[in-house]
């Protein structure tokens, strides 16, 4: 069976210090589209020096789920892997990629290591944090969701591979910050949920309380906490914008 052809798909903006190394560990396919939603620093102009990258832009932010199924329609290829700008395929799965041959029907789940300030994040529910990357877009597409997009495959129809992503997607408390802001945004414009205060208490103290006890936090030490914390003002904040959503 002769190697089919993978196209990546990598969304970035304003992603000039860490452009590199994603499309650096992306050498292995014959394609990255990246979905460039609009940058003001060099991510395009640093992107233009790998001869297997095309640069497509989608001004403004439609949603995670769109940006990411344009990207896929531009591909030149039909076999999609998901890449995000603070992503990176191990050195293993990178050369494991050279000779992949997917299976159509199939898409294919990868465990993420998840960094924090350099140090792996072993508990919080960021390990294994298994994601499924690889797809045929004849075959799947990402469901129309506001936050935690995934793949229209059923689990029958997927392959775990035991090669790793690199996920470096808080750098700075002011990440954490900028993403509590859009993610809680981003929850709370989607239907089908109702807010309150007492809500937001509930759920805010349950998911520091989930993510440092029953899911392991407390062994990262000080970024188990950070991160705890984090978990816990996401949850808070997103129930009290539905209620201001929602109005009195």
Request: hydrophobic fraction near 35%.
């Amino acid at each position: 069976m002769s190697k089919p052809q993978i196209s990546a798909v990598v969304l970035a903006k304003n992603a000039e210090a860490i452009i590199d190394r994603t499309l650096r560990s992306s050498v292995p396919f014959a394609e990255v589209v990246l979905v460039d939603n609009g940058s003001t620093d060099r991510t395009c102009e640093l992107a233009k020096k790998y001869p297997n990258v095309k640069i497509v832009s989608h001004p403004g932010f439609p949603g995670f789920v769109p940006l990411r199924n344009f990207g896929a329609g531009e591909a030149a290829h039909d076999w999609i892997f998901v890449l995000d700008s603070d992503e990176e395929l191990s050195p293993e799965l990178g050369r494991a990629m050279e000779t992949f041959v997917p299976e159509r029907g199939k898409a294919y789940r990868f465990p993420f290591k998840n960094f924090f300030q350099g140090q792996w994040i072993r508990g919080c529910g960021w390990y294994p944090d298994r994601q499924v990357c690889l797809y045929h877009r004849k075959d799947h597409a990402f469901q129309p969701r506001k936050v935690h997009e995934s793949l229209d495959v059923q689990e029958k129809d997927i392959v775990d591979i035991p090669l790793h992503m690199h996920h470096y997607s808080y750098t700075s408390v002011d990440d954490f910050l900028r993403k509590m802001q859009l993610y809680s945004t981003l929850f709370a414009e989607e239907k089908g949920k109702k807010g309150s205060f007492w809500k937001a208490l509930l759920h805010g103290s349950y998911a520091f309380f989930r993510s440092y006890i029953l899911k392991g936090g407390i062994r990262d030490g000080k970024n188990g906490y950070i991160i705890s914390k984090y978990n816990q003002h996401v949850a808070y904040y997103k129930y009290l914008k539905l209620v201001e959503r929602d109005g009195p």
